[in-house]
T-cell receptor, first 114, second 115 residues
Framework: NAGVMQNPRHLVRRRGQEARLRCSPMKGHSHVYWYRQLPEEGLKFMVY????????ESGMPKERFSAEFPKEGPSILRIQQVVRGDSAAYFC????????????FGPGTRLTVT | AQTVTQSQPEMSVQEAETVTLSCTYDTSESDYYLFWYKQPPSRQMILVIRQEAYKQQNATENRFSVNFQKAAKSFSLKISDSQLGDAAMYFC????????????FGKGTKLSVKP
């Protein structure tokens, strides 16, 4: 059973460009969480999605950030008009059901904005 | 406020010795889960151990064990017989609770293991 897949592993964008980060959850998992890790910091929750639904986006910046988890295909975290402060590692985690289960993390995408 | 605090930014231990990493948290809920995650230089987040708050017995996983003090809202991680491969960042986390499940992380403790 393949683990959580994220791609790309490294992404470099110039200021003002768009960044698209992809996450394929583990097989059978329908719950996806996105977290952001700034240098020397712990992970901060951004958004929680189930298939075709955003359940909680309380950790997501109101501007420029969006997320989706379509019926088919991976979950996408999209950052429009990136700025230097968006440079961070973005982690995706999945679980088979909500609430109490262990979350399985992907290897992360390191975004660098130049 | 929903916070998780790790008061030790860095710790060091001699190989084969025992080390304890501290964690305190804030919550108004009675039912929740606590976790310790390890992040080696590869940056992959690896679950080390989990504790269910309603269970009084402290969780153990091989060389890793926790000291869970619910009233004090304390959740420390003990690593016995430390190995060079234990060197990593360690993050304490708790789930947000309710039906959400998203995790709240501390800032981490960097553990070095000396040969």
């Amino acid at each position: 059973n393949a683990g959580v897949m994220q791609n790309p592993r490294h992404l470099v964008r110039r200021r003002g460009q768009e960044a698209r980060l992809r996450c394929s959850p583990m097989k059978g998992h329908s719950h996806v969480y996105w977290y952001r890790q700034l240098p020397e910091e712990g992970l901060k929750f951004m958004v929680y999605l189930q298939k075709e639904n955003i359940i909680d986006e309380s950790g997501m910046p109101k501007e420029r950030f969006s997320a989706e988890f379509p019926k088919e295909g991976p979950s996408i975290l999209r950052i429009q008009q990136v700025v230097r402060g968006d440079s961070a590692a973005y982690f995706c985690a999945s679980s088979p059901r909500t609430g109490w289960d262990e979350q399985y993390f992907g290897p992360g995408t390191r975004l660098t904005v130049t | 406020a929903q916070t998780v605090t790790q008061s030790q930014p860095e710790m060091s231990v001699q190989e084969a010795e025992t080390v304890t990493l501290s964690c305190t948290y804030d919550t108004s809920e009675s039912d929740y889960y606590l976790f310790w995650y390890k992040q080696p230089p590869s940056r992959q987040m690896i679950l080390v151990i989990r504790q269910e708050a309603y269970k009084q017995q402290n969780a153990t996983e091989n060389r890793f064990s926790v000291n869970f003090q619910k009233a004090a809202k304390s959740f420390s991680l003990k690593i016995s017989d430390s190995q060079l491969g234990d060197a990593a960042m360690y993050f304490c986390a708790r789930n947000y609770g309710g039906s959400q499940g998203n995790l709240i992380f501390g800032k981490g403790t960097k553990l070095s293991v000396k040969p």
